[in-house]
């Protein structure tokens, strides 16, 4: 089966720089209809993949964000109880109450599975969950159906979607769950790489700017005890606030002074690290 034969050869998208070996894998998982599983550090871009496909293939993107009190029930469809129970006592719904269907919702699986044509689902953050929701949700992607047993009704997959997973490692996953999924760990861009994306995001911005800001990016996620380290998100977004600020020249970076440090660190224990450490190689 080839990978045109499926019409969905993923090559990139405006705003995703993509390596080799990751566009392969993508590939393959769809040929295959396999989970793909992705493991790296925050900002590595693992999120951003699935909209990068959904982008690419034309295809509408349903995203599940797992939470750690998550029952699969809530990712496969819930029963909307309390509602039918107002309908039925106050008579001023349109819904017939004995119709339990019309109670019926699907969740984001669902969702993917009554789709009329292929989606992208991105599991984001699996890691999250517990084992028994990892691999009763591995269950039912590979069988592609579930049950609803309050109408007691099969809902079975019009079109397999491609299935996205992420994991920032917070948790061990079980071997089953692993043994179901292709797998590929993103590695953080190296400056090259950061380069590029800088490019794709500002593809006119000054060269001596885009070499000032990335050294000094790197140079601060270098720093000592820091729990966050700036991902690219943030990179992105503290050019941005560089750009924006009509006083703001590369001396100032070149001089070790860092404007906009709150955009590169979300918390206040790495913030003070960062302009205590900062502040001590200018002196």
């Known amino acids: 089966m080839s990978l045109e034969r499926k019409n969905s050869h993923f090559r990139g998208a405006s705003k995703y720089v993509l390596d080799d070996e990751l566009a392969e894998i993508v590939n393959v998982s769809m040929v295959l209809e396999m989970p793909l599983l992705l493991k790296g550090e925050p900002g590595t871009g693992k999120t951003m993949l699935a909209h990068a496909i959904a982008e690419s293939l034309k295809m509408p993107l349903i995203v599940l964000n797992v939470k750690s009190s998550m029952k699969l029930i809530e990712a496969l469809y819930q029963y909307d109880t309390l509602t039918r129970l107002n309908d039925s006592r106050f008579g001023d719904s349109k819904r017939d109450v004995s119709n339990i269907e019309a109670y019926i919702k699907m969740g984001k699986i669902g969702q993917a599975f009554m789709a009329d044509c292929r989606t992208v689902l991105l599991i984001d953050e699996i890691d999250k969950a517990d084992t028994d929701f990892q691999d009763d949700m591995l269950d039912v992607l590979d069988q592609m159906q579930f049950d609803i047993i309050e109408i007691d009704k099969t809902i079975k997959t019009k079109h397999r979607p491609v299935i996205i997973i992420t994991s ?25 790489m950061m380069r590029l994306i800088v490019d794709v995001h500002f593809p006119r911005l000054d060269e001596e700017l885009v070499d000032i800001c990335i050294n000094t990016f790197y140079r601060l996620r270098e720093l000592r005890g820091i729990e966050k380290k700036p991902a690219t998100r943030e990179l992105i977004n503290w050019i941005r606030a560089l750009k924006s600020d009509p006083d703001f020249k590369p001396k100032t970076l070149r001089q070790g002074r860092v404007p906009f440090m709150g955009i590169l660190f979300k918390k206040s224990a790495d913030l003070y690290q960062a302009n205590q450490q900062v502040a001590r190689t200018r002196s």
């Open 168 to 192: 920032n490692a917070k948790k061990d996953l079980s071997d089953p769950f692993l043994g179901r999924c292709n797998f590929h760990h993103i590695a953080f861009p190296n400056p090259e």
